[in-house]
């Protein structure tokens, strides 16, 4: 089985662009052709308004036509989604507009919303694996801090696997937490996991700010 985390499309913002969407696509087909489970991992849609951090004259399509389009999206794979969680993006719009775009995405797809983080369990065989999700928060330059804040996700929640957007980078390394079982040593994988971005860099607000480029992509989990 795969596990996939999708999200920071930023859909409506002129950086998510056709080849965008094309990689995006990709990966939607991946998911209908396997064995696979999604979570979304919030700022599916760009969400914009005057008062938010990102400009609305960067769009180009408004609220309504930018959750339109993420549904039309992941409609083909809904039944595979196992939850969604809120991004920045959405909690701006909360805020000055009074409603979750990813709540209304998820109603239209009849999946569940799960707020701004949750655990998640997948059965497989007789293994269970805990997922714990969170948008994520934080910014840097750095190659280390993306990683540093998921690994502080392990304070929060005991999970397999910690998955994190909202800095667009996209990778995963493992961390070792040890415990004794009948006076015999063990060694838990715990897997810190960025979920990258769709949202292309040039003429971006990363560029402007002379961040390193970042690959357009999201990692492919596989459970075993």
């Known amino acids: 089985m795969f596990l996939l985390g999708l999200g920071d499309l930023h859909i409506g913002e002129v950086n998510f662009t056709l080849k965008s969407e094309r990689r995006l696509m990709n990966y939607i087909e991946f998911v209908k052709k396997h064995d696979a489970r999604v979570i979304l991992m919030g700022d599916l849609v760009n969400a914009a308004t005057i008062n938010s951090p990102s400009s609305p004259f960067n769009q180009n399509m408004g609220l309504a036509n930018q959750k339109s389009l993420a549904v039309d999206i992941f409609k083909p794979i809904a039944d595979k989604i196992i939850g969604s969680i809120v991004g920045n993006h959405e909690y701006h719009a909360f805020k000055h507009l009074g409603d979750y775009p990813t709540a209304d995405i998820s109603r ?24 714990y999700a969170h948008h994520g928060y934080g910014g840097g330059r750095t190659v280390g801090l993306p990683f540093n804040n998921i690994d502080r996700m392990r304070l929060i929640a005991e999970a397999d696997i910690y998955l994190m957007g909202h800095t667009h980078t996209i990778g995963g390394i493992p961390r070792l937490k040890m415990y004794k079982d009948n006076n015999h040593e063990e060694y838990k994988v715990q897997w810190l996991v960025n979920t990258g971005t769709f949202f292309d860099f040039k003429g971006s607000y990363g560029e402007m700010k002379a961040y390193a480029p970042l690959p357009v992509g999201t990692p492919i989990i596989y459970l075993d």
Do not use: C, E, M
């Open 108 to 131: 239209a797809l009849g999946i569940p919303f799960n707020g701004f983080s949750d655990i998640f369990k997948i059965n497989l065989g007789n293994i269970t694996y805990r997922i």
